[in-house]
């Protein structure tokens, strides 16, 4: 048992940052190694940093209970002049209760043995020969160190560790969002909307139905291919015009949201000796929609249980393969999803406007690998020679 008294814990693991990627790697390595999770917010998921979109299958592989998640039967693409509807019928989609689901992650790795304090800052971090011994600053327990062999960083965009220790920069463009959550007077609730074009420039909207009859409505923005604020985007778009239009009438604001993310390429390299990164750390969020949760908690777990292998048998290789097998499933996807991230941070209401219309010839599975950045070869061919067709014989 940790002794809370004392000034100085000790630990296998300490995990900075308990978003999902953080607890679900303390979930699967915490029955293997002595593991710490640290997370400067008072209370875990709040506040609110992502608008919570996800898939409804991989919800169900990750084994998350339906009561957190709104399912979605229909995506809307909108820009200036084109409207695409896309009905979902094989690839649902998910809107998360984000503290909900968080909490019941913290739960998860709390009965798999690991300690987790919330109010509890990262400050700096000290190499030594067997570990590193940490500074905290916290308001929870009334330790001000904490010594581990290993450290996980799961801070997200701060990179506080890596940060920290030098290892690597933090991220020069960044995508900057904020949303304002709603009660529901009327709504579709099984339809999501993404909204683009001129006045939403290098960005997007989002129109979201959440768990317990809310409703969250956002815009996103990256920096600094734009300097406006999103907050400013978001008071001169969200009108009474523009509810009426997608059939909404709201009730109370229950909360406002903000969030920030990495918008850079995927860099495969994920293990710096014995510090590691997971999740926004390790830009895991999806290059054409910024997506991550589903990400963060799937490799999360794959980290915690290399991890706790490399403890076992003394020996690197278990995180060599952590690494592969994130490169694997990322990079690749992700080289094509980041070129058209850059792309489209460019566009104009024309631009977007041929967009919807190339979206518009698309099935399903081709909208949903589209938006979930999965980019196969098969997917890729099949989607080009519908434009050229469109082109040659429309």
């Not at 709603?182 to 290098?202: D, T």
């Not at 523009?242 to 949201?257: A, D």
């Not at 590691?276 to 799937?298: H, L, Q, S, Y």
């Amino acid at each position: 048992m940790i002794d809370l008294e004392s000034d100085t814990l000790t630990c296998d693991v300490l995990i900075v940052g308990g978003g999902p990627a953080g607890l679900a790697t303390a979930h699967t390595l915490a029955p293997h190694a002595k593991t710490i999770v640290i997370h400067q917010d008072r209370e875990i998921g709040k506040p609110v940093r992502t608008s919570g979109g996800t898939w409804v299958a991989d919800m169900q592989a990750l084994g998350v209970p339906p009561h957190l998640y709104q399912q979605i039967d229909e995506l809307m693409f909108r820009s200036d002049n084109r409207e695409v509807i896309q009905p979902l019928a094989q690839r649902k989609c998910a809107v998360l209760d984000i503290t909900g689901t968080y909490q019941w992650l913290a739960d998860l790795a709390r009965g798999a043995g690991a300690e987790v304090y919330t109010d509890t800052k990262f400050m700096q971090t000290e190499e030594t020969d067997d570990g590193f011994v940490s500074t905290i600053r916290s308001r929870s327990i009334t330790a001000s160190r904490i010594k581990s062999r290993f450290i996980v960083d799961a801070s997200g965009t701060p990179h506080a560790v890596l940060s920290n220790l030098g290892l690597v920069e933090k991220p020069d463009r960044v995508g900057v969002g904020i949303e304002h959550e709603f009660e529901i007077k009327s709504a579709p609730k099984n339809r999501a909307v993404l909204f683009v074009g001129q006045a939403v420039k290098s960005g997007y909207g989002w129109i979201f139905p959440a768990p317990n009859n809310h409703i969250r409505i956002g815009v996103g923005i990256i920096q600094p291919d734009s300097d406006l604020s999103p907050r400013d985007i978001y008071n001169s778009v969200v009108t009474p015009e523009f509810l009426e239009s997608y059939g909404l009438e709201l009730g109370p604001l229950v909360q406002v949201n903000a969030g920030i993310i990495p918008s850079v390429p995927y860099d495969p390299k994920l293990v710096f000796g014995n510090v590691i990164r997971v999740g926004d750390t390790a830009n895991f969020a999806t290059p054409t929609v910024g997506e991550g949760i589903r990400i963060a908690i799937k490799f999360g777990r794959i980290l915690g249980e290399r991890l706790g292998e490399a403890i076992a048998q003394g020996c690197r290789a278990p995180l060599v393969r952590y690494e592969l097998e994130c490169r694997k499933d990322l990079k690749r996807n992700y080289s094509f999803g980041f070129t058209a991230n850059e792309r489209i941070a460019t566009y104009d209401a024309a631009d977007w406007d041929r967009s919807l219309d190339r979206l518009s010839r698309l099935d399903e599975a081709e909208v949903v690998s589209l938006v979930k950045s999965e980019f196969t070869a098969r997917m890729m061919l099949k989607a080009a020679w519908k434009q050229v067709r469109h082109k040659v014989f429309d």
